[in-house]
């Protein structure tokens, strides 16, 4: 699977800033959402987002925009993973495998708090 993504050439910053606030957004709302029925602290600081997991595993989430490398980043668990913009899909994605952020963290939150039926 091939999905054309955003280079940093190609996306000014103010156009990047703008997606990646939006993302964050998005994501800080899902969370809320989910913070409604579990033990879960979000916070949005300097337009980074943080998500503190109190259920399951303790753990904690890092979504922060990279403006100069025109990517969010996501620091999860023990890993971490870089996205692009994907103008196919309208979203941040990985660019090796298409995969979309919000896709992504709900996956990774899912294995954090055990629970197959989260949906973000």
Do not use: C
């Amino acid at each position: 699977m091939t999905v054309e993504v955003y280079m940093s050439h190609t996306m000014s910053e103010a156009e990047f800033v703008e997606k990646a606030e939006e993302t964050i957004a998005e994501l800080e709302k899902a969370y809320s959402r989910l913070a409604e029925e579990l033990d879960l602290d979000i916070e949005v600081e300097g337009g980074v987002l943080t998500v503190t997991f109190e259920e399951g595993e303790p753990g904690k989430y890092i979504v922060s925009p990279n403006s100069s490398a025109r990517q969010v980043w996501l620091s999860a668990r023990v890993s971490s993973f870089k996205f692009d913009w994907s103008q196919e899909k309208g979203t941040f994605v990985i660019a090796s495998t298409g995969e979309a952020i919000r896709d992504v963290m709900t996956r990774l939150t899912r294995e954090q708090l055990g629970d197959p039926g989260i949906s973000l």
